[in-house]
């Protein structure tokens, strides 16, 4: 079952923040995050193994909450270059890795 | 390091044709997976390999596709016969050794498919 992602899309100022959310109805162990841009493939951002778990890369952090299997995706003071489509992967017993339909950000000038 | 290779990377061929996408992952890793791209769908997993050995293949849309992987540095997703609405991006990942969905995926440039 395909996690659930809000917003679906998102547009910002440069320097702005922005929060972007997974959930899903299944009892998770991991949670993946992955950035695509325009007409490239997806790129690895983070992975998020303890409920709990909080992990930075940059100006982008992420969380894990087991019990609630939700995580969020924090994007600080945005740049033009964190524009693309941010999709959201899961991974539970019994059920192959499934991404999320993903969000698409916009940073504007 | 080399990452993981795809070929071809546009394919455009008529209806009706066989269609045949490898791959080549990243070196030591041992899980690869084939996906599939579309607007309409999003990003669909096909069928997933550990070990060259295939774990599962639920999401392969019917018999007209077929993967193999006859060793830890090749695999292909094949599609016979093709029909228009197999048009997608296919991309291929890999991923180290480790618990299924514990390790991050690491994906081809994928390639662009277009049955006329």
């Known amino acids: 079952q395909q996690p659930v992602q809000s917003p679906q899309a998102v547009i910002l100022r440069e320097g702005e923040d922005a929060v972007i959310n997974c959930s899903s109805s299944?009892?998770?162990?991991?949670v993946h995050w992955y950035r695509q841009k325009h007409g490239e493939a997806p790129v690895f951002l983070m992975i998020?193994?303890?409920?709990?778990e909080q992990k930075g890369h940059e100006k982008i952090s992420a969380s894990f909450n087991e019990k609630k299997q939700q995580s969020s995706l924090y994007l600080t003071a945005s740049q033009l270059s964190y524009s693309g489509t941010y999709f959201c992967?899961?991974?539970?017993?019994?059920?192959?890795?499934?991404f999320g339909p993903g969000t698409r950000l916009s940073v504007l000038p | 390091d080399a990452g993981v290779i795809q070929s071809p990377r546009h394919e455009v061929t008529e209806m009706g044709q066989e269609v045949t996408l490898r791959c080549k992952p990243i070196?030591?890793?041992?899980?690869l997976f084939w996906y599939r791209q579309t607007m309409m769908r999003g990003l669909e997993l096909l069928i997933y390999?550990?070990?060259?050995?295939?774990?599962?293949d639920s999401g392969m849309p019917e018999d007209r596709f077929s993967a193999k992987m006859p060793n830890a540095s090749f695999s292909t997703l094949k599609i016979q016969p093709s029909e228009p609405r197999d048009s997608a991006v296919y991309f291929c990942?890999?991923?180290?050794?480790?618990?299924?969905?514990?390790?991050?995926?690491?994906f081809g440039d994928g390639t662009r498919l277009s049955i006329l």
């Open positions: 299944k009892a998770l162990y991991s």
């Open positions: 390999f550990n070990n060259n050995v295939p774990i599962d």
């Open positions: 998020l193994l303890k409920g709990g």
């Open positions: 990942a890999s991923s180290p050794p480790g618990q299924t969905g514990g390790q991050p995926q690491h």
């Open positions: 070196s030591g890793h041992d899980y």
């Open positions: 992967g899961t991974a539970s017993h019994g059920q192959n890795f499934v």
